[in-house]
């Protein structure tokens, strides 16, 4: 384990006041940034446009990314998940979901997620720690410069609940964002929520319009609860109230995810219920089949019962997207892959 610092906890301010306290022109800071994201160097000898002795200070102080790659599975569709191993030890997953032009990154925001949901497998282990801004970035960094993928989208859906680790998220969110390193625009951005309302309050105010999605997989207060224990804290009712406060400042969007349980979360009053959020909130809501978990007892619902939901919605003006849950054969479902290592 090292204990040097990661660089990409760094925002260009930040790093520009750390080198004016060591002695050094703050406009270095720039050309650091661009090295790192720009040009995806992940070693100091590589940044030649940097005194020697400067280079020499940083590679004392800070580390670049601290993510080791531990294991990659491809899917048939497409679908590619990375095991990354943390300088503690830990592991985390992030997967590349290309769909048509689109190539979205799953970024994980902690390790293992302390809302033990039923259905989902980064809650089976627990919690262990938050993930730094730096180890949340690098996530990028490394599929885009290790890996070679052209990024379009991210989202913030991996393990771990981003509300609940939301200083270091924004903090992330405000490097990738900006200009002299990735500049990834705020709109190709989503945060997911399993329903943590203090988060969304704060998300409201934050300076950068990125998209909100919440996970809701299901319409009636107590079956949510039985499914995500954290309804037992935010019902659905508040949560719903403070989705529809979030809309309403600066016509924000929203998306409403919604995993598809066979038998469970699938009937019609429940579509009835969902239909009604949705309009309330004038939502789009994507329709995700659930990816079995070993251990779990939940079914993926049939081709035949994900149209018919999909249909109940339609027939109720909602727009659907469907999302056929992508590496059903490389255990893609959030922590799968991690909680076998962990
Ligand atoms: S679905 Fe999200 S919030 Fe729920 S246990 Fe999994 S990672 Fe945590």
């Given amino acids: 384990m090292t204990d040097r610092l990661c660089l990409t906890s760094l925002t260009l301010s930040e790093l520009e006041g750390y080198l004016q306290k060591i002695g050094e022109k703050p406009f270095r800071a720039r050309q650091i940034f661009q090295g790192i994201y720009q040009r995806g160097l992940t070693d100091f000898s590589g940044f030649t446009d940097l005194p020697l002795a400067l280079r020499q200070k940083l590679s004392e102080k800070f580390i670049i990314n601290p993510l080791a ?54 809650g089976l282990n627990g919690f262990r720690r938050n993930l730094r801004p730096g180890e949340i970035v690098s996530q990028v960094l490394s599929l885009k410069y290790l890996f070679g993928h052209q990024i379009t989208n991210l989202v913030f859906m991996g393990m771990g609940e981003p509300l609940d680790n939301l200083e270091n998220v924004l903090k992330a969110i405000r490097i990738l964002n900006d200009e002299q390193g990735l500049n990834f625009g705020a709109r190709r951005m989503t945060v997911s929520t399993a329903g943590v309302i203090p988060g969304i309050r704060q998300l409201k105010n934050f300076e950068l319009q990125i998209n909100l999605s919440i996970s809701l997989h ?52 429940e579509a009835e219920g969902l239909a009604a959020i949705a309009r309330r909130l004038r939502a789009k809501v994507n329709l995700i089949a659930y990816s079995p978990v070993a251990g779990l007892p939940y079914l993926r619902p049939t081709t035949e019962d994900l149209s018919r939901f999909q249909r109940w919605l339609e027939e109720r003006k909602i727009k659907v997207t469907v999302r056929q849950s992508k590496g059903v054969d490389i255990a893609a479902a959030c922590g799968q892959l991690a909680g076998k290592f962990q």
């Fill in 69 to 122: 790659i531990e294991q990659t599975a491809s899917s048939a569709d497409g679908t590619v998940k990375y095991l990354f191993r943390l300088p503690d030890g830990f592991y985390v997953e992030t997967v590349l979901i290309p769909s048509g032009q689109r190539r979205t990154v799953c970024l994980s925001t902690q390790v293992g997620c302390k809302f033990r949901c039923a259905f989902c497998a980064s």
């Fill in 218 to 269: 299901s319409s009636i207060d107590r079956q949510r609860s039985q499914l995500m224990p954290i309804n037992k804290k935010y019902p659905l009712p508040e949560l719903v109230a403070a989705a529809e406060d979030y809309i309403r400042s600066g016509g924000r969007q929203l998306t409403l995810e919604y995993i598809l349980i066979k038998d469970l979360n699938d009937s019609l009053y």
